[in-house]
């Protein structure tokens, strides 16, 4: 017959046995978890315009502007941290239009960011030496009407 | 939301110019600007943040961002003679051609050699503003000086941009601030012209005309 002693050893063994399965169990669904919110993006940036990768790309998280990476010479890149559904991500590029770019649960963590040209268009009109603007004229013709009184 | 920014640029801050910010002294921004001078432009993001993130008011940051602008672009007289000329010259589909061209043109001509036209200028203007959390756009226009070529008036001849400090809107030119184009020597000179910050918009519009009140939207 056993002793109570025994009894209390053996069920806290069970208990014990449990509470580690558990915790096992816990930890592989909050991993799961963690995972299935917060994910590593790579991907590749390419022009909207002859689908050519896009080197030298400046990528970086909107709402903590120094967490970002640059895409490679083949326009690969990998993001330093992971992201969740919400985090947005601005992809900067001279010439062509500043792209935001927004995670959501169905993004892959394989994604192609097509930059198009950026659309505006280009005028001109610079001032050359001599040149008056209006403002600067009416002063001129007041200064020499003022003179011309006295 | 254009309508109701072009409401803001010409109803609420009717006044909203320098004098704004009597207390503020520029020359920590002017001082951050010029010591990043030369600063490749391959990467905006990174200037913007040089020049930015060790100042905490708005109006510091975008002057630090517009003395740069306009301390280290020039004016390119070769880009914008031909851009007006073929401009003045062709219509329709070709002129989009010309404008999809010409736009390449000006990008590799900033990046390589800081040069540009005027719409290079509000670009960048633009563009580090946004970087540095300004809200910023281009306007397309008609300017007006005493040397203007009266053959192409009719024709949108010039950029600038309007800025949010503050939650108030404002005016300025970043191309005519930079300097003026010297024609016997062909050469651009220059020569910071204070002026064109932040100008008090009843001055401005008196050289500045909006096309229909346009202000570019791209984002």
Redesign the interface.
Same mark, same amino acid.
């Given at each position: 017959m056993k002793s109570k002693l025994e009894i209390f050893a053996q069920g806290s063994g069970r208990s014990w046995k449990t509470a580690i399965v558990s915790l096992v169990i816990l930890f592989i669904s909050a991993a799961a978890f963690a995972q299935s919110t917060s994910q590593t993006i790579r991907g590749i940036v390419k022009s909207a315009e002859n689908n050519q990768p896009v080197p =030298?790309t400046?990528i970086?998280l909107k709402s903590q /502007? /120094?967490v =970002?990476t640059?895409s490679d010479s083949q326009g690969q890149f990998e993001f330093p941290r992971p992201l969740k559904a919400g985090d947005v991500l601005?992809f /900067?590029f001279?010439?062509l239009?500043?792209t @935001?770019w927004i995670i959501s649960d169905q993004t892959a963590g394989y994604v192609v960011i097509e930059m198009a040209? #950026?659309?505006?268009?280009?005028? #001109? @009109?610079?001032?050359? @030496? =001599?040149? @008056?603007?209006?403002?600067v004229?009416?002063s001129a013709k007041r200064i020499r009407k003022v003179k011309a009184n006295h | 939301m254009r309508f109701a920014m072009i409401l803001c640029l010409f109803g609420c801050s009717a006044r909203a110019q320098v004098t704004d910010f009597p207390a503020t002294d520029f020359s920590r921004a002017d001082s951050i600007a010029k010591r990043y001078t030369a600063h490749p432009l391959t990467d905006l993001k990174t200037l913007a943040d040089k020049l930015t993130c060790a100042l905490s008011t708005e109006q510091e940051k975008f002057r630090a961002i517009y003395k740069w602008v306009c301390s280290n672009i020039e004016a390119d007289y070769y880009l914008l003679t031909l851009n007006k000329r073929n401009r003045t010259k062709w219509k329709g589909a070709k002129l989009a051609r010309w404008n999809k061209k010409f736009n390449r043109m000006v990008f590799d001509k900033l990046q390589q050699e800081q040069k540009t036209v005027c719409t290079g200028y509000a670009y960048l203007i633009r563009e580090l503003s946004f970087h540095a959390g300004l809200s910023c756009e281009i306007v397309n226009g008609y300017a007006r000086h005493s040397g203007i070529d009266k053959n192409t008036v009719g024709i949108t001849n010039h950029s600038w941009n309007v800025v949010q400090l503050n939650s108030k809107w404002y005016v300025c030119d970043a191309t005519w601030s930079s300097g003026v184009f010297n024609l016997d020597a062909h050469q651009f000179v220059k020569k910071y012209d204070d002026r064109y910050f932040l100008m008090e918009p009843s001055l401005f519009s008196q050289s500045h005309y909006a096309v229909n009140g346009l202000v570019m939207k791209d984002r």
């Open positions: =030298g400046n970086y /502007s /120094s =970002g640059f601005v /900067s001279i010439g239009k500043t @935001e040209e #950026d659309p505006i268009q280009m005028v #001109d @009109e610079i001032l050359t @030496e =001599g040149d @008056e603007t209006p403002r004229a009416a | -």
